[in-house]
């Protein structure tokens, strides 16, 4: 479905007259993406490196595709691994750091239940809620610890979510340098 809407956005700018005149607003598109994504990064109600990602998409099927765009298919591939990479940091963040400040297992499944239905009930922040919420829950009901206790492994989970949201802005940066250095410096387009 995504893959027809991009196509259908590539159709509508090659049928717009003075579609050679569009390329400043292709342009504009794909650099507001990946500069709302990277500030997404950090901002928890933009999702950083998907708006990068969805960028890069963009630029790959409204410019052409590979020979026009400059961008390669492998390089597509690499940026939608590290996106992929970005995404299993965020969910995974805030439990390892709440297994570092000495969480029970019911602590991390907490952690990762919490910031999966985080997400869905209250997204972007039950992303941020949700880990910390479901740590001090299971750490309270199902380990059975005190309040302090419980709230040191809440702690952790907040730790750990801000190595999580340093991580993603490295991948994020990486994210942005491959696309820049393949479109314009190794694969310029025709």
């Known amino acids: 479905m995504d893959m027809f809407l991009l196509a259908a956005i590539k159709d509508w700018f090659a049928w717009f007259p003075g579609a050679e005149s569009l390329t400043v607003l292709k342009w504009t598109l794909v650099i507001g993406l990946i500069l709302t994504g990277f500030f997404g990064t950090f901002l928890p109600m933009l999702p950083g490196t998907s708006l990068i990602f969805v960028g890069v998409l963009v630029h790959y099927f409204i410019m052409g595709m590979q020979d026009e765009s400059g961008l390669t298919w492998q390089s597509l591939v690499v940026i939608g691994i590290l996106w992929a990479i970005s995404i299993a940091v965020d969910w995974v963040s805030g439990a390892m750091g709440a297994k570092w400040f000495g969480s029970s297992k019911y602590g991390v499944w907490g952690a990762l239940i919490g910031g999966v239905v985080g ?72």
């Open 119 to 190: 997400a869905f009930i209250l997204f972007p922040v039950g992303l941020i809620l949700g880990p910390i919420i479901g740590v001090f829950v299971a750490e309270i009901w199902f380990a059975k610890k005190e309040w302090k206790p419980a709230a040191n492994s809440t702690v952790g989970t907040v730790v750990g979510g801000l190595a999580g949201m340093v991580g993603k802005m490295i991948l994020a940066m990486a994210m942005i340098l491959w696309f820049v250095a393949d479109v314009f410096f190794l694969n310029p387009p025709a």
